[in-house]
Each structure stands twice: as C-alpha cells, then as structure tokens.
C-alpha cells in the first residue's frame, strides 16, 4: 500500500539565465513500511526533495501525498499542524531545543498538541535509544551521538506516517554513524516505520531497502537492494 505519492514536482529558483531546477519534474511513490535511501552528490537536490516531501519548502508545481492527503492544497496553519502530527524529520544538525531535556525533547510533538505523553511509550523508547540514564540531561550535555538518538526519537514518539532523515549522520564519526543506522532500521523493523533518509554516502545507503540515486535534480535509478530484503 503506498503511503507516499509524488507527482510531477518541481522546484524551480531564480528566473531568467538565472533559473536552476533543484528538483525536475520528479514522481515515485513508496510503500507503507519501506525503508528507502535517496542518495546523491552535494548539490543534487536531494534535499531539497526531501524538504518538499515534509512540508518544509513549498513547490513550485507538482504535489505530494501522504496517506491520501494533498498536503500542498492545505493552509500553512494546516500544514504546520500536519507536518507535526504525521512526518517526523530527523535533521544533521539534530535542531534539539536547548533548554528541554531528553524526555522532553522527544515529547515535544505530543506537547504542542497538547496530549498527555504515554509514559509506558517513553520508557520503551528511551530504552530502544540507549537513554534511560540520559533522560534528565540537556542537549549540550550529550555527545553527538546521543543527541542524534533523541532527534530519532523525537521522530518516532508521535506514531508519524512517514520519517524523513536528511543525512542523519553527516555530523559524526564512523561509530556513530553506525549505531544512528542501525536504530534507523530498527525502528523500520520493529515498529514497521517508512524511512526516507537522504545521505551522500553510499555505504550508508546501503542499509535500505530501496535506493533511489538523484542527480541534477531527477531520478536516474531507482533499485530494490535485495540484501536487505526482509
């Protein structure tokens, strides 16, 4: 069943000489519980693709759905509130508020809504990350590793439709980055979470289960990694 569509989109900037197509006529869907890998060069617009699918930037034609729902025909009220109820992004630079701390953090989405956390879900998770003992520190109290595992968590805690990962190890070292991959899949096994995480490197995206490459803007493959096939 697919939980994601993309039809047509595009974002184009500037004008003129000028215009640069960060994203070209681009369509592809994705199937509930997949795990999938858009992989690129710096400047391929892969992120820029990932932001379109979240929400986050606007295009400038095309559409994305999401569990049956055109987010680009609601109000940005709407989709602010849509964004934060059915996408979890998990960023490089882990956007972590600096004065909640770790349980709070990973809250933060139940919060805003203004919903009593389930306390039995957090235990599990905190557990699942590796951050029972943490649960009381501030984000400048972790290592980058750790504060990463939050933003993960974060993710995961308000049951979203779909998680977005923009090179969620771009900011750590080999054994981080290992450990961030691994919990990634897990939550895709365990919990049966869709993943799409952008990364430049190509080891990294190996560990999904799909892997679509974008240059200049487009797909040029888009290829089942049978190693991973569950």
């Given at each position: 069943?697919?939980?994601?569509?993309?039809?047509?989109?595009?974002?184009?900037?500037?004008k003129g000489?000028?215009?640069?197509h960060?994203?070209d006529?681009?369509?592809?869907?994705?199937?509930?519980?997949?795990?999938?890998?858009?992989?690129?060069?710096s400047?391929?617009?892969?992120?820029t693709?990932?932001?379109?699918?979240?929400?986050?930037?606007?295009?400038?034609?095309g559409?994305?759905i999401?569990?049956?729902?055109?987010i680009?025909?609601?109000s940005k009220d709407?989709l602010?509130?849509?964004?934060?109820?059915?996408?979890g992004i998990?960023?490089?630079?882990?956007?972590?508020?600096p004065?909640?701390?770790?349980?709070?953090?990973?809250?933060?989405?139940?919060?805003?809504?203004?919903?009593?956390?389930?306390?039995?879900?957090l235990?599990?998770?905190?557990?699942?990350?590796?951050l029972?003992?943490?649960?009381?520190?501030?984000?400048?109290?972790?290592?980058?590793?750790?504060?990463q595992?939050?933003?993960?968590g974060?993710?995961?805690?308000?049951?979203?439709?779909?998680i977005?990962?923009?090179?969620?190890?771009?900011?750590?070292?080999?054994k981080?980055?290992?450990?961030?991959v691994?919990?990634?899949?897990e939550?895709?096994?365990?919990y049966?979470?869709?993943?799409?995480?952008?990364?430049?490197?190509?080891?990294?995206?190996?560990?999904?289960?799909?892997?679509?490459?974008?240059?200049?803007g487009?797909?040029?493959?888009?290829?089942?990694?049978?190693?991973?096939?569950?």
């Amino acid at each position: 069943m697919s939980i994601l569509e993309v039809k047509n989109l595009v974002k184009t900037y500037g004008k003129g000489e000028n215009e640069v197509h960060a994203v070209d006529n681009v369509s592809f869907s994705v199937n509930e519980g997949e795990f999938v890998a858009i992989v690129g060069a710096s400047g391929s617009g892969k992120s820029t693709l990932l932001h379109l699918i979240g929400g986050v930037d606007e295009p400038t034609s095309g559409k994305v759905i999401i569990d049956d729902e055109d987010i680009y025909s609601y109000s940005k009220d709407k989709l602010a509130i849509f964004r934060r109820q059915k996408v979890g992004i998990v960023y490089q630079f882990y956007n972590l508020i600096p004065v909640l701390n770790v349980r709070e953090n990973i809250t933060l989405p139940v919060d805003l809504d203004g919903k009593n956390p389930d306390q039995d879900k957090l235990s599990e998770l905190l557990k699942t990350l590796g951050l029972e003992d943490r649960a009381d520190y501030l984000p400048n109290q972790l290592s980058g590793g750790q504060q990463q595992r939050v933003s993960i968590g974060r993710a995961l805690f308000n049951d979203p439709k779909i998680i977005l990962a923009d090179e969620p190890t771009g900011n750590l070292d080999h054994k981080a980055s290992e450990e961030i991959v691994r919990l990634l899949r897990e939550a895709n096994q365990k919990y049966h979470q869709t993943i799409i995480m952008v990364t430049h490197d190509e080891k990294i995206a190996a560990q999904a289960g799909r892997v679509i490459t974008f240059a200049d803007g487009k797909i040029v493959s888009d290829r089942v990694n049978k190693a991973q096939e569950r």
